[in-house]
C-alpha cells in the first residue's frame, strides 16, 4: 500500500507532492495544477486548486492497482471537507476513533474533525473512482459568509464559526440530480484556462449551497407533521432512484408507496421536502433534461425520444418541453442546426 501524508493547505504543495508519489510531472493552468499517470500504480488524473477565501477543490479520477493512504495532517485548523463521491468507494477514519465512514457513488458528506485530529482517506483498487472535494478553511471563509451564517441552520452556523475544531462535524447524504449533474460538468469539462478555473469556483460554490441546503432540508424532515428517520430518508432516496433507473415508466405516488413500503402521504411530504419538487414534478423534469440530452445527440427523431422516455403521445411530450425550455422540440432541433452551420 503506498500512503501519502498531507501537511500543506496550499495545493500546489500537495499536488506536487502526490505526483512524487505518482512518479508524474505536474502542470499548472491559471493556477489549477494538475498531473497523469499510467504506471505501476493505475492510471488517471488528479487536479487540484486554491481560491480566495479559503476555499480549495481537488478532483480524482482514477483507476488504482493498489491501494492508496491519503493521511491528512493539518494541525488544529482542519479545512471542513464537502466530499462528493460521483463513481466508486472511498473511506476515512480519524485518528481518535474507530468509526469508518464509507462514500459511495453517489454520495456526499460534510465532515470537519475535532482540532489536533489526523484522519485518513483509503482508496481501494479495481474500480474507477470518481471524487470532488471542496475545502473550506473556516478562519479564512468567514471572512466571507459571516454577515450570512444567521440564514443557516444553527449545527452548521456553529461549525463555520468552530475555526480550531472543539467539536467534530459529520454530515453524510444522497447526492440528489443536482449535485450529480454539477460533478458531471466538472469531469466532462475541456475548458482551459480563465474559464475553467470561473468553472470550478461557480461548481464547487454550487456544490457547497446544495449541500447545505440539503443539511437545513433533512433537519427540517424532523419538524413536520411526520417523522422521519435516517430509514424513512433512504426509502425517500429508494424511490427517486427507482424513478431515474426506469426513466420509461412514470410510476404513480401508490406504485412507489407500495415499492418502498411507506404511506403515499409520507411518501409526498418527504419527497417535496428533500428535493423540493413534488414527485409528478420531479419526473417530468427528469424526462425533459433526458430528452433535451437526446436531442443534443442528434441521433433520434422527436418522437423516438418521447417513446424513450415513457411518452406515447408526441404531442403531449412536445407541450411538456417547451414548459420546462420555452420551446417546442422541432423549434429546439432547428436551433441546433442553425447553430451548427456556423
Partial sequence: MQ????????????IMNLANMFNSEVENDCGEYSFKFDNQFGEGTIRGINFDHGVSVISYDIDLKQPILIKYNLGRRHPVQFHYTNRGEVQLESSNTNIKHSVNTNEAMIYAPEGNTNYEMLIHPGNRIQIIQVEVVRFLFLRKIVCDLGTIPTALNEMFHDTIGEKSFYFETTSEPIIVNTIADLFKSKQSGLERKLLIEAKSLKLITTLIKRF???????????????????????????????????PTVKELSHLIGMNTNKLQKGFNLLFSKSIRQFTITLK???????????????????????????????????????????????????????
Fill in 216 to 250: 437545513r432540508v433533512e433537519t427540517d424532515l424532523g419538524s413536520t407533521s411526520y417523522r422521519f428517520n435516517d430509514d424513512d430518508i433512504k426509502l425517500i432516496n429508494k424511490a427517486k432512484n427507482f424513478i431515474i433507473d426506469n426513466i420509461h415508466l412514470t
Fill in 3 to 14: 500512503s501519502i501524508t498531507i501537511t500543506n493547505f496550499n495545493f500546489e504543495a500537495r
Fill in 288 to 342: 425533459m433534461h433526458i430528452a433535451l440530452n437526446l436531442l443534443d445527440q442528434g441521433n433520434l427523431s422527436i418522437s423516438e425520444i418521447a417513446y424513450k422516455i415513457g411518452y406515447t403521445n408526441k404531442g403531449h411530450f412536445s407541450q411538456l418541453f417547451k414548459k420546462e425550455f420555452g420551446l417546442l422540440p422541432s423549434e429546439y432541433m432547428n436551433r441546433i442546426a442553425t447553430f451548427h452551420t456556423f
